[in-house]
């Protein structure tokens, strides 16, 4: 007599089967959440082991694409974000990411290899897009393409113009806000500066005052860059990656640095960290602006720190060596 019988059998490899599959989404959720805690060696450690297990393991990929990214590593964050939307290619954050990677590329790359890939840039979001109306930063990020790439690699304010009634349902300050970015391509500073006040009308996020502020910086506005910058300090409850940029722009501007190392320290010390701005590069910026203003002490350990978390990111190595 047999011990189990074959319906037994399947019921028990269908249970195994999902309680592996519950233990790869667990396993995920610790690597994003040491990706957002700025730890990125450990978060490559634990998705490389998950991807020995599971080699086709999409959401693994685009996690360990987004490490790379973090670090500025674009040939590997194209070719692990490449093999995610592979592995599942219904996915628009997948492409999103895509798209993110290769923009990170094109950056880094001579004038013809940036136009080649910047084309990719353009196929990527817009497949986001395809795959899913609904992906606010999808839309948010390829209309930022359209306004900034000529039109050889797909650009086009018009595009970009056309994209506005399908965010503005969805994301009001979004759509604002590349009103505004389309208005400043048209060289038309009265009316980008009033859509970003628009956007910021709609919700007062501390990403709309920092937007504000950028612009102020750009136009050569000092004081109301800081003020602006000051509001989204003020509206910044979570702590969150709006600290850091609200500290960098103070930081081109060379104003206010104790309270930028203020900012910077408290991100540091947020539960709301994420690879927007990753802890190690906070790490070094802080060092930086301690190393200028004379802590050299205060400087190393905080470049000290960066390399801890992620010891193969070049321009903290290199601040390491020099400190």
């Not at 709609?202 to 910086?217: C, H, M, N, Q, S």
């Not at 060379?254 to 709301?272: D, I, M, V």
């Not at 930086?288 to 321009?315: C, I, M, W």
Request: charged share 20%; with cysteine.
């Amino acid at each position: 007599m047999a011990l189990f019988s074959p319906s037994f059998r399947l019921v028990f490899l269908w249970v195994a089967l999902l309680l592996c599959g519950a233990r790869s989404f667990a396993d995920d959720l610790q690597a994003e959440s040491l990706l957002k805690q700025g730890r990125v060696d450990e978060a490559a450690a634990m998705l490389n082991q998950i991807l020995s297990a599971q080699p086709h393991d999409a959401r693994a990929h685009q996690l360990l694409c987004r490490v790379y990214y973090s670090q500025d590593m674009a040939d590997s964050a194209v070719r692990q974000c490449e093999q995610a939307t592979s592995d599942d290619p219904s996915n628009s954050d997948h492409q999103m990411w895509l798209g993110r990677a290769y923009g990170l590329k094109a950056s880094q790359a001579n004038m013809l290899t940036a136009f080649a890939v910047a084309k990719k840039v353009h196929v990527a979001f817009e497949q986001a897009v395809q795959l899913n109306p609904a992906n606010v930063q999808a839309m948010s990020d390829l209309g930022q393409f359209y306004v900034s790439a000529p039109g050889i690699v797909g650009g086009g304010v018009d595009k970009a113009q056309a994209l506005v009634p399908k965010i503005m349902p969805r994301s009001p300050q979004k759509a604002h806000r590349l009103l505004a970015m389309i208005a400043k391509k048209k060289n038309d500073l009265s009316t980008a500066e009033a859509e970003y006040k628009f956007a910021i009308a709609i919700g007062k996020t501390p990403e709309a005052w920092v937007d504000l502020g950028l612009f102020y910086r750009e136009q050569s506005q000092p004081e109301k860059a800081v003020a602006a910058l000051e509001s989204s300090v003020q509206a910044n409850s979570a702590r969150d990656a709006a600290l850091v940029d609200a500290a960098s722009i103070l930081t081109d501007l060379h104003r206010r640095p104790e309270f930028t190392e203020k900012l910077l320290r408290e991100y540091l010390a947020s539960p709301s960290k994420t690879d927007a701005a990753p802890a190690f590069k906070v790490h070094l910026q802080l060092g930086d602006l301690l190393k200028q203003h004379g802590d050299t002490a205060g400087a190393r350990r905080e470049y000290a720190a960066a390399v801890a978390l992620a010891s193969n990111f070049g321009p903290a190595r290199k601040a390491v060596q020099g400190a």
